[in-house]
T-cell receptor, first 111, second 110 residues
Framework: DAKTTQPPSMDCAEGRAANLPCNHS???????VYWYRQIHSQGPQYIIH???NNETNEMASLIITEDRKSSTLILPHATLRDTAVYYC????????????FGQGTELSVKP | NAGVTQTPKFQVLKTGQSMTLQCAQD?????MYWYRQDPGMGLRLIYY???????DKGEVPNGYNVSRLNKREFSLRLESAAPSQTSVYFC?????????FGSGTQLSVL
């Protein structure tokens, strides 16, 4: 699986959009981009995934650049409960093998 | 539908003791994983099982053994616990789309 690079930390004002970047310059054509988050010391939670088109669900939006070398997770109206560590991962869609987490971005949403 | 269930939630061991962490999932997933997370760090993969009957090493397998007992259950064994194994352990299972995690086991080795 391709490696990812994320900033170690970010701040965001409550009610504003949080834009979390991820670089994955060595991504392969059959690898998807996945985002997870971990709140406090709970188990990580799936947020969203995509291949090359932008995706949106009830939690977030995912914007993938045309060359697929980077992506941005967008939380449109961040709340204090969105304070968490966010992980960007790339993997083959139906791969049942290992899934490696990087260090992630610690997002702090401030009042 | 409980998802991924881990037991125990907390455990304290003395150096050299052995124990098994249990994990079970009720989502009929093929793949299961064991991760550890040290304070202030990301998750590191210990072992994984892509399907029933198979297991493979992850990033940090030394000091651990695993058993994929059946499709539902994937256990992690510490044969001789060491203080360096003090950590929070997470089990996860996966369909083709995403991982589902248990609530974790906080293990302290004194």
């Amino acid at each position: 699986d391709a490696k990812t690079t994320q900033p170690p930390s970010m701040d965001c004002a409550e009610g504003r959009a949080a834009n979390l970047p991820c670089n994955h310059s060595t991504i392969s054509g059959n690898e998807y981009v996945y985002w997870y988050r971990q709140i406090h010391s709970q188990g990580p939670q799936y947020i969203i995934h995509g291949l090359k088109n932008n995706e949106t669900n009830e939690m977030a939006s995912l914007i993938i650049t045309e060359d697929r070398k980077s992506s941005t997770l967008i939380l449109p109206h961040a709340t204090l409960r969105d304070t968490a560590v966010y992980y960007c991962i790339v993997r083959v869609y139906n791969q049942g093998g290992k899934l490696i987490f990087g260090q992630g971005t610690e997002l702090s949403v401030k009042p | 539908n409980a998802g991924v269930t881990q037991t125990p939630k907390f455990q304290v061991l003395k150096t050299g003791q052995s124990m098994t962490l249990q994990c079970a999932q009720d989502m009929n997933h093929n793949s299961m994983y064991w991760y550890r997370q040290d304070p202030g760090m990301g998750l590191r993969l210990i072992y994984y099982s892509a399907s029933e009957g198979t297991t493979d090493k992850g990033e940090v397998p030394n000091g651990y053994n695993v058993s994929r007992l059946n499709k539902r259950e994937f256990s992690l064994r510490l044969e001789s616990a060491a203080p360096s194994q003090t950590s929070v352990y997470f089990c996860a299972s996966s369909d083709t789309l995403k991982l589902f995690f248990g609530s974790g086991t906080q293990l302290s080795v004194l």
